[in-house]
């Protein structure tokens, strides 16, 4: 199905620094809870991802991300989730996250 420019529009991704991140042990499968900075109006928001195959908490501050950041947030536990962080599967199917190669502002929007 192709869709439009206005319909690639519609999905608001944007680049953000993550803060904070810690285990997810409630978690049906396991995650990692992330809080990322998306700086000026949007500032932090917070996600959880399946990514522990590749990533630890600690390795994860710092990390800038690309994420959908218009979605309703979305119930996972007993955490609420705020953003979609974005990733692709490796051969064996693990999570590596989407990330700019070069340091940018938070908040830079995809186009």
């Given at each position: 199905m192709n869709i439009t420019y206005d319909d690639f529009l519609k999905v608001d991704i944007r680049v953000g620094t993550i803060t904070r991140a810690e285990p997810f042990p409630e978690a049906r499968k396991p995650a990692i809870k992330m809080w990322v900075d998306f700086g000026g109006d949007l500032g932090e928001r917070k996600t959880s991802a399946q990514v522990t195959a590749h990533y630890t908490p600690d390795g994860l501050v710092g990390r800038q991300v690309v994420a959908v950041v218009n979605f309703p947030p979305r119930q996972i536990g007993k955490?609420?989730?705020e953003v979609l962080v974005l990733g692709v599967p490796d051969p064996d199917g693990?999570?590596?996250?989407?990330?700019?190669?070069?340091?940018?502002?938070d908040g830079g929007r995809m186009h």
């Open positions: 955490f609420m989730s693990e999570v590596v996250l989407l990330a700019p190669d070069q340091s940018v502002p």
